[in-house]
């Protein structure tokens, strides 16, 4: 009985850790249709914000909470100034924008931060027991701020002027301009709100997998196959996405292993996209955000 | 500064006419020392101090009026943890820098990728890192430490102190898979009993499951065989479950890529390694080489693990025999390193063993206790008895092969 309550808690963590890592690069890619090559990288500076800013001697909670969505959205907006304003509409040319800034961050890191970054970020709760067994009270802690997460970007889309001004701008940015909304401002808006959502995740990941320069590159190719399986709609797409993929993982890794684990999440994703080209979402819960 | 088409013309005729020079220069005065190592990506948590303790050795061998009286020319390529460039380079170092020596490779995959290579371009091929054993290859040097020498050791210092039933966790490519097997063998060997095993691929970040399942088995030590940046995040996560607290771990891994450093001391206490060398290592070159390296290069120094030592002394096992020879060509430099050359390094003193082109060397066990690795035990000059099972150049020097490729079954040990 232990047993399987504490399985099901890691199968329900990796489905809250996928969701985590995703949502940033849904809400960029579901609003704008624009794919960021950069996202593991953003992930990745949300970390090392948390790292810098704990060895300065920052509050951990409030250099992950606050600290590192606010640095990685305002890299986020100063990238979409910068790089990807001029290629709306060009989504090859996005892609190979946003390959290079991944490279380029990376690169940048690893100048001033070395190669291998010293983190002694510990993770700040301790362990809860289930009986015989015993996890991560943190981990229960990013179930719980993933489920809130989720909550304040469906708010903020449903029931703010803001979300109904972007969910427009969504649905046919022509029309919204037309009707005198400046879909530029709001595209800067959304590409900074999603790298927020991404350094956000990346700064409360940072207790658990450590930070190096190349950490991002273990994020992105999971959160692409969750959003893409998971389809156009932002929050349900990425949930079902996220709980079919991370369960099919969770469940293989367990039974067999974690490299079947690694394989039978893509087989999913597969056959998923075989049968549903469009994404979950595509088919069910269209009406959904 | 403005630039005329025909300064252009004149400029670019130049080059081409410089080209020769070149290509000629392959006769000219300075012996080549090429290094692939991996300083990006993944990987560069072990290749950026190997990197620095090369460029050392060069500056060193320099220092004292280079060898035969020429200057040693060190080329250094980045193989960006990219297996494609290891081929890429190797071929570049032997074919069009035409290098006397290559000292390459960190992953056993990338070794395996350059060995054939350098073998077909004659180009002399040392791999100076710990690994599985197996290769016997008359062009190549492995004068890292292999698990006869490391695991066989470790399994039963651990199994004496925590107990006999023991759990394998190690990377998914073939240094995990075939020192898991190693692993398997010396725990039987010594009574005790493999709980389970598992493999991880280089990039998984979640180790959640598996932590559950060490907590179903019980076991009384877990030994790991984890590789890269990724893996690092097994030992916190183990942690943040409270099972460091439990079930302590062992592991022929942590540390070469200063891992201690990459977690914080309540993580880490207890963990037990071991390697060919530890910066605690009791010897006078020791001392000496640790206080210039913190000269050289101030608090920016990366701590010294068996990876960073073995690379100087891979160059400078490499420089006595060019010494020895009298000239930088393969053959002589090769029949003077299988002498039964000695070079007394930092680590002790590392002899080639000429049946197996391994080296004999002091072993040491530590255990790490607030970032610092402490040894507990130490074993002189140690033979590579694995390959020494199955590998005699002695017998027959004609033999380019990496005899555990298909698994210890496989090359008849059981």
Redesign the interface.
Known sequence: MD?VV??LF?LI??IA?LALISLGLAIIFGMMRVINLAHGEFLMLGGYTVVVATNAGVNIWFAMLILAPLVVGLIGVIVERLLIRWLYGRMVDTLLATWGLSLLL??LV?SIF??????????PL??IRIG?????G??LFLIGVTLVLFAAVYATLKLTKLGLVARGTMQNAEMSSALGVSTNRIYMITFGLGAAVSGLAGGLLA????V?P??G???IAKAFITVISGGASILAGTAAGSVLLGGVN?IF??LT???F??VALLVAAIILLRLLPTGITGRFFRKSI | MSFSRRQFVIGSSALALAAPATVGRAQSDAIKFASILDLSGGLDIYGAPMAETTKLAIEDINATGGLLGREVELTMYDAQSTIQFYTQYATQAAAGDRAHTVHAGITSASREAIRPTLSRFQTLYFYNVQYEGGVCDYNNFCTGSTPAQTVAKVVPYAMEKWGKKVYIVAADYNYGQITAQWMQKFVAENGGETLDVEFFPLDVTNFGPTINKIQTAKPDFVISALVGGSHVSFYRQYAAAGMNAEIPIASTTFGVGNEQKLISAEEGNGILASYGYFEGADNPVNTAFLERLKAKLGDDAPVMNELAIRSYEGAMLWAEAVKAAGTPDRGPVIEALRSGLSYDGPSGAVTIDPQTNHCNMNVYIGELQDQEWTIVESYDNQPPADTALVCDLNANPNQSTFLFENGLAAAGID
């Open positions: 047993l504490a399985v890691q963590y990796g850790n990376i690169g690893t070395g190669a291998s970054t010293g983190t002694t970020v510990s993770p301790g362990t015989d067994y015993s996890a991560s943190y981990e207790p658990m997998t450590g190096l190349t950490i590159a273990t994020y969770g890794a367990f292993g974690p490299t684990g690694e």
